[in-house]
T-cell receptor, first 116, second 116 residues
């Protein structure tokens, strides 16, 4: 299957700082990218959907000013957690789908964010 | 709206015995159904999917799942469990096939524990 990478895999930051997480599709063009959040031993909750060149669509309850999503190219999407607080600590997983991968949604390995 | 239910938080089975992890779904149209497995602090690994065709779908690592439209179920099965199968399993559904912007929605997950 297609490969999706995330960077960094793990980040620890101080409260109040901003953190950027990158998601790249390595061998296909990702028309659509998705960002999920997962708390320990819980399900993946969809945060937002982004299409290349367009503004992201956020799920209800997700603060768009806090979780900034940019999908500037067909291979890169970024999630920036602004003014992070300890409650933002979580496992963030991106996913990508391309036009040629009609039904497949490929997942990155995830980024563990810890806010002190 | 689409939704997925995994009624069991945990399934315990002895090595060598058959296993079943349950999943039911609700969609407005025809469902696209998926199973993923997640090991601790890792991303999701794709196991199998149902799009159309035969109701019995075979996937990775000896897993299979049976689509039952009348019961709106997509239970994951394996004839003989291995200790290495112990992990967190997610069922996911996608509605509106063909629309790239529609994300997979996940069940809450079921922890499978296989004892030796």
């Amino acid at each position: 299957g297609a490969v999706v990478s995330q960077h960094p895999s793990r980040v620890i930051c101080k409260s109040g700082t901003s953190v950027k997480i990158e998601c790249r599709s390595l061998d296909f063009q990702a028309t659509t990218m998705f960002w999920y959040r997962q708390f320990p031993k819980q399900s993946l909750m969809l945060m937002a959907t982004s299409n290349e060149g367009s503004k992201a669509t956020y799920e209800q309850g997700v603060e768009k000013d806090k979780f900034l999503i940019n999908h500037a190219s067909l291979t890169l999407s970024t999630l920036t957690v602004t003014s992070a607080h300890p409650e933002d600590s979580s496992f963030y997983i991106c996913s990508a789908r391309g036009q040629s991968s009609y039904n497949e949604q490929f997942f990155g390995p995830g980024t563990r964010l810890t806010v002190l | 709206a689409q939704s997925v239910a995994q009624p069991e938080d945990q399934v315990n089975v002895a090595e060598g015995n058959p296993l079943t992890v349950k999943c039911t779904y609700s969609v407005s149209g025809n469902p696209y159904l998926f199973w993923y497995v997640q090991y601790p602090n890792r991303g999701l690994q794709f196991l199998l999917k149902y799009i159309t065709g035969d109701n019995l779908v075979k996937g990775s690592y000896g897993f299979e799942a049976e689509f039952n439209k009348s019961q709106t179920s997509f239970h994951l099965k394996k004839p003989s469990a291995l200790v290495s199968d112990s992990a967190l399993y997610f069922c996911a559904v996608r509605d509106i096939p063909g629309q790239a912007g529609t994300a997979l929605i996940f069940g809450k997950g079921t922890t499978l524990s296989v004892s030796s």
